[in-house]
């Protein structure tokens, strides 16, 4: 008995053993299949047809930069804080309406007067027209009443404009705003009396950004809408990474005196300040070859801008560059890179010299 135990345990234990041994070697061969390296996104280094640039200066402006003013007189009873965000149709400034309100209600009483006038020339009408049938009346007489009652009709008509004219002031006595804004300047303060068309506050959309610069006339046939172009803050530093935009208008009228004309370009991002100084490439000449990467490619780091390039190993390079004109979305750079090489664009910010990466498709 005891032996057939042993027998069935021994059993037992050999069957584990081949099953364990099966799963090591399993795990083994799907562990040395598994890709190694960081997942990246790649691409290739093109050459391509690229025109010289030259930096210019502008200004970063609001599209909705409105100084308001009031339509009607009065004190002034409320007004937005300097740097108060306030959205379309919410209000900017409230003047006193009292004496307006007064005025509507003045008007008001002379239309219902006008109406009872005109009711009553009406029915005055209607009874000298049975007059004149029974030939009890003169036909002057009719057309004087007739005379009065289009006269009314006119005055009902001017008295129903003046009331809705004096319902407007009423209305303009809350000063709302015309778009979603900042509240940029205070022009007037709590208590004091405006008149019609004084200004009250400067009222900035920070959302609505372009850029306004002025260009050398010679330019003009480089130029073209909806181009892009790199930015720079004037208070980058020297290596900072470029950000992009896009040409939005192209003024065709040069300063006879300076012989510069005006170009107004759209940033791709917000992140600016209204006021701020800024720095446009813009094409400046005739598109020669060049080595251009993703914009994404690049990475600044240490005052130094590189990009990763990926040899047949799958090991990540380090290459430093300097940076040239754009192309769409693309740009030129010169380095130790050559045409067809493979250049990292996501996951290159965590990347170091030497670390194998694996790229995706």
């Known amino acids: 008995m005891l032996k057939n135990t042993f027998k069935i345990l021994s059993k037992k234990t050999l069957f584990s053993s081949l099953v364990l041994s099966v799963m090591v ?13 960081a997942a990246v996104d790649v691409a290739t280094v093109k050459l391509q047809d690229v025109s010289p640039a030259t930096w210019l200066s502008g200004d970063l402006i609001s599209r909705a930069d409105s100084r308001i003013a009031t339509e009607v007189s009065g004190h002034l009873l409320n007004i937005a804080e300097v740097g108060q965000r306030v959205k379309k149709g919410e209000v900017l400034a409230t003047l006193n309406d009292k004496l307006l309100l007064l005025r509507l209600r003045d008007n008001q009483t002379v239309v219902e007067r006008l109406k009872t006038e005109l009711n009553y020339l009406s029915r005055q009408i209607s009874r000298e027209k049975k007059l004149a049938e029974q030939e009890s009346t003169s036909q002057s007489e009719l057309d004087r009443l007739e005379m009065e009652r289009d006269i009314s009709r006119q005055e009902l008509e001017a008295a129903k404009i003046q009331v809705e004219r004096t319902r407007y002031l009423v209305e303009q006595s809350s000063i709302i705003a015309p778009f979603d804004g900042v509240v940029v300047e205070r022009m007037a303060n709590l208590g004091e009396y405006l008149s019609e068309g004084q200004l009250v506050l400067r009222f900035v959309n920070v959302d609505q950004q372009e850029i306004t610069l002025y260009a050398p006339i010679h330019l003009y046939s480089n130029l073209s809408v909806g181009a892009r172009v790199q930015l720079l803050s004037a208070q980058a530093q020297t290596m900072s990474l470029p950000k992009s935009g896009v040409v939005n208008r192209v003024i065709p009228v040069g300063n006879i005196r300076s012989r510069m004309l005006e170009i107004r370009v759209k940033p791709d991002s917000a992140d600016w300040v209204i006021g701020e100084a800024v720095k446009v490439q813009l094409p400046s000449g005739v598109a020669e070859k060049r080595l ?4 994404d490619a690049l990475v600044l780091r ?7 390039t990926v040899d047949s190993q799958g090991k990540a390079h380090q290459v430093p560059v300097s940076l040239g004109a754009s192309a769409g ?21 965590r990347m170091r010299a030497g670390q194998h990466v694996r790229p995706l498709l």
């Open 25 to 37: 070697s399993v795990t083994s061969a799907t562990a040395s299949e598994q890709p190694k390296g």
């Open 292 to 295: 251009t990467v993703p914009r």
């Open 302 to 308: 240490q005052n130094k801008i590189f990009v990763y």
């Open 329 to 349: 979305d693309y740009i030129a750079v010169d380095g130790n890179i050559r045409e067809g090489d493979t250049v990292i664009v996501r996951g290159a910010e």
